[in-house]
């Protein structure tokens, strides 16, 4: 029989629900509904519906996605959740979650392997059926496993499936998904759940993958004695809902297809027929998956909300002295710490909002029946989209701030102001945010002020570009984040836990992984270590996201980062170059010419 996975228990699958189910904490929606009971989460309602639209939602904290974990046990067994929604005060990193790349070496995690009889030898393992059911013999009947030493390492395959010092590297897709379907005696280890549900995307559509997990649980059950089916479907119901609650926790977005959801209440009503506490559980499930699509639905909304807002425009031809009547964010937050805290919040808030699937998902092949219409007809990286919609918007937001003043010394002031708050976003962890004020501050007509510049002390400036040079791959940020992160995991604080990485680069690496790798082999086989390699980075994410911000919320320095109207990438020029005058012939063209079109422009408007 395959060796034992040396991640085993590491990972363990989502608690089975107990007798009293009641008693099962489900998810509580980001948004203000009226009918939820209970006492509300940490981070519950921070995009509250009801706010008007100039109003900032970063009131309350938000609740992000959770993982729920226990060992497999038996339905009677206690429940034990690994909720990243813990409290401020409760270190998110003490309980079992999505394998992070931190704790495991790089061979694959998908070592769960079935229950099966076996003689072991020096060099042949031969895995004979058990005596546990069809089920069992079907996929271990008369396989021979053949290992042979390659250097310190020993590759063997069993079936359709190969591995290489008990790491699972390849497999066929049949074998993938077979492997991925509970049975009365056996349960997929978690870190597989995971790894393949994230990128089997890559291969075939979720609605596909769920149908025909679905659909061998129950057909592996069948004896062709009526009585019997129904004995034997009932052990396994409750490992299929504990599957389909893993699918739905992790990855509930996969859940806005129609397809999907029909799939869902299907198995629903075969769960019922089968075993009346089950389909409870799937009950219940169900509801907070609901509400979870529900909160997600709502968040998109308030985000679209606020950049409609964001979206008006300065004064930028109708005076620099009206324009700047609005303030400038020393006005709305002097302290530079502070501010470096409410930027935290902000990115946190929306990184807890994109779905890990998502990063994979712009890979992934292109569904033809994915503009046909329903409720839960919506871009499938939406959320992602939106975050670096965020970046840009701060690097813009700082850009305006610096062009804005008409007087020299007060642009200075803000520059100054500017870098101290990159500090602070450095020294928090916070390294999103700091890349985009450096990225603002870096643009074209901020940094031809040279006036400005010459007033502005830029030793902890270059501080900080180093520290976030792009040469060699990035190599000093890289070096920062393993720092952070390694202050994370020991933190005794929670502000020591925040690690917010620069996500363009995050979105770079997990791309040329992709790109760089094949997903499949000569023989057919689908290459498990990259699917592995890319759970690692998403993983990482992950952990990253559950962390829940300490710092209290401003909601008026809140509302005047999300909202405030940015100038565009030529009104940037043009108050530039009204700030201080052209230099040469090109600029005076261009400022000519700036001034002619953005007036005509707003002529139109």
Not at 166 to 177: G, M, T, Y
């Amino acid at each position: 029989m395959p060796p034992t996975t040396p991640y085993a228990g590491k990972f363990s699958p989502c608690a089975p629900y107990g007798n009293n189910n009641n008693n099962h904490p489900a998810p509580h929606s980001a948004y203000r509904n009226g009918t939820a009971a209970g006492p509300e989460p940490a981070r519950e309602n921070v995009y509250n519906g009801a706010y008007a639209a100039a109003e900032n939602p970063y009131d309350v904290p938000q609740p992000h996605a959770a993982y729920r974990s226990s060992s497999v046990s038996s339905v009677a067994a206690r429940e034990r959740h690994y909720n990243g929604g813990c409290a401020v005060s409760e270190n998110p990193y003490s309980s079992p979650r999505p394998h992070s790349p931190r704790q495991h070496s790089t061979s694959c995690p998908g070592r769960a392997y079935r229950h099966t009889t076996a003689a072991n030898t020096a060099n042949t393992t031969t895995a004979s059926s058990s005596s546990g059911g069809s089920e069992q013999s079907s996929r271990n009947n008369s396989v021979a496993a053949k290992g042979r030493r390659y250097g310190h390492g020993v590759t063997a395959s069993y079936g359709e499936m190969c591995y290489h010092d008990n790491s699972l590297v390849s497999a066929s897709l049949e074998a993938l998904i077979q492997h991925l379907v509970p049975t009365v005696d056996y349960y997929p280890d978690r870190s597989y759940v995971f790894t393949f549900l994230l990128s089997s995307r890559l291969f075939l559509h979720p609605y596909e993958l769920m149908t025909r997990v679905c659909h061998l649980c129950v057909e592996q059950q069948r004896s062709g004695d009526a009585l019997l089916d129904k004995i034997r479907f009932r052990e396994v119901a409750p490992k299929l809902v504990q599957l389909l609650t893993e699918w739905t926790e992790t990855f509930p977005y996969d859940f806005r297809d129609e397809r999907m959801m029909r799939c869902l209440n299907d198995m629903t009503q075969h769960v019922a027929r089968g075993d009346e506490y089950s389909w409870r559980a799937m009950q219940q499930m169900t509801q907070r998956l609901i509400k979870r699509l529900s909160a997600l639905g709502q968040y998109e909304e308030a985000v679209s909300a606020l950049s409609a807002v964001a979206m008006e425009r300065p004064a930028s031809l109708k005076g620099r002295q009206a324009a700047g009547q609005r303030g400038d964010v020393m006005s709305a937050c002097d302290d530079p710490f502070v501010l470096a805290q409410q930027l935290t919040h902000i990115e946190l808030d929306r990184l807890s909002f994109i779905g890990p699937e998502e990063f994979i998902q712009t890979f992934a092949m292109k569904d033809p029946l994915e503009n046909h219409k329903g409720f839960f007809r919506k871009r499938k990286t939406s959320n992602l989209e939106a975050y670096i919609n965020w970046f840009n918007r701060l690097s813009y937001l700082v850009a305006t701030e610096i062009c804005m003043p008409v007087k020299k010394k007060q642009r200075a002031r803000i520059i100054e102001f500017f870098i101290d708050v990159a500090q602070e976003c450095f020294n928090i962890g916070n390294f999103n945010s700091l890349m985009a004020i450096i990225t603002g501050m870096n643009m074209s007509p901020v940094a031809r002020l040279r006036k400005t510049w010459s007033k502005v002390n830029t030793d902890k400036f270059e501080i900080l570009e180093h520290q976030m040079d792009p040469s060699s791959n990035f190599t000093n940020y890289r070096t920062a984040l393993r720092g952070a992160t390694q202050r994370s995991e020991t933190a005794h604080s929670s502000q020591e836990k925040i690690v917010i990485p620069f996500f363009s680069l995050l979105i770079k690496d997990i791309y040329f992984l992709n790109e760089g790798c094949a997903s499949k082999l000569t023989n057919g086989h689908i290459n498990f270590e990259k699917l592995w390699e890319l759970a690692k980075q998403v993983s990482e994410f992950l952990v990253w996201r559950q962390v829940i911000c300490p710092f209290d919320r401003d909601r008026r320095i809140l509302q005047y980062l999300v909202t405030t109207p940015v100038f565009t990438e030529d009104e940037l020029h043009l108050a530039s170059y009204e700030s201080e005058g052209p230099e040469n012939n090109m600029e005076k063209d261009s400022r000519r010419s700036l001034r002619s079109s953005l007036l005509h422009r707003e002529n139109r408007s």
